[in-house]
């Protein structure tokens, strides 16, 4: 019983045997100017696919081929090695060179469902590695009254948290009243610096600097959960 032949992409395929079980499995597709071979199987793995009906020979899709018989396709052929060679065996494998989207372009032109279902589950993958790459955990440190308290917690938005509220105890004495000061420790994912430049504050951050007194340098004291100082970066940065 013969076995199936193996199955390769290459550029200028040699010819096949001239068995005509052995042709009629074997197909030459032109892709971009660079021909591949692999077999009508490979082609067939996604019925629903292009490449299915393109072996198919289906009239409604108005195929040309050149002068060697392979079906052309105006595509690049760069991405289309990926695309068949996830047919071949499952996997999506590509240089990393290559981007995510070029090859969900092809397998969306392709309409190939798995490899689109699975080439977009990479590309959010990738998004979130490099989302936590730019960014990181700022702290603010706001030095307020008793009563701008209420107003510095209701207007703090914008992804801002509130971590840790400090009564620092007055730093005047009006008769025998106290004004009671507190630092309230805020936190916040903002994104690195880019090209040097500092992320433009929100409106909602604007207002939260106007409400209070920022401390320019604070020091907790030793033994505390934080050690605060001065930053260019979003303000005010907390070291644990």
């Not at 597709?29 to 021909?35: F, I, R, Y």
Request: glycine residues 6%.
């Amino acid at each position: 019983m013969a076995t199936e032949p193996k199955k390769e992409s290459v550029n200028n395929v040699p010819e096949c045997s001239t068995s005509t079980s052995r042709k009629s499995q074997w197909v030459k597709l032109n892709v971009g100017g660079t021909v591949f071979m692999t077999t009508r199987t490979t082609l067939c793995r996604d019925p629903k696919s292009f490449l299915y009906r393109l072996v198919q020979d289906e009239p409604d899709l108005n195929t040309d081929k050149d002068g060697n018989g392979a079906y052309l396709i105006d595509r690049d052929p760069t991405y289309f090695g990926p695309v068949l060679n996830y047919l071949r065996h499952g996997k999506l494998v590509m240089n990393r060179d290559l981007a995510e989207e070029g090859i969900l372009e092809e397998a969306e032109f392709y309409n190939i469902t798995d490899l689109i279902k699975l080439v977009k589950e990479k590309i959010v993958v990738r998004n979130a590695k490099q989302n936590q790459s730019f960014t990181k955990s700022v702290y603010r440190v706001l030095q307020c009254s008793e009563e701008e308290l209420t107003q510095i917690v209701s207007a703090m938005s914008d992804g801002w948290k509130f971590e840790q509220l400090v009564n620092i105890g007055s730093q005047y004495n009006y008769g025998s009243e106290d004004h009671a000061e507190f630092l309230c420790v805020v936190s916040k994912e903002c994104p690195n610096i880019v090209n040097g430049q500092d992320p433009e504050p929100t409106d909602r951050a604007k207002a939260v600097r106007r409400l209070s007194s920022v401390v320019v340098y604070v020091g907790i004291a030793e033994g505390s959960e934080a050690f605060v100082q001065c930053s260019s970066l979003c303000g005010y940065h907390c070291r644990q």
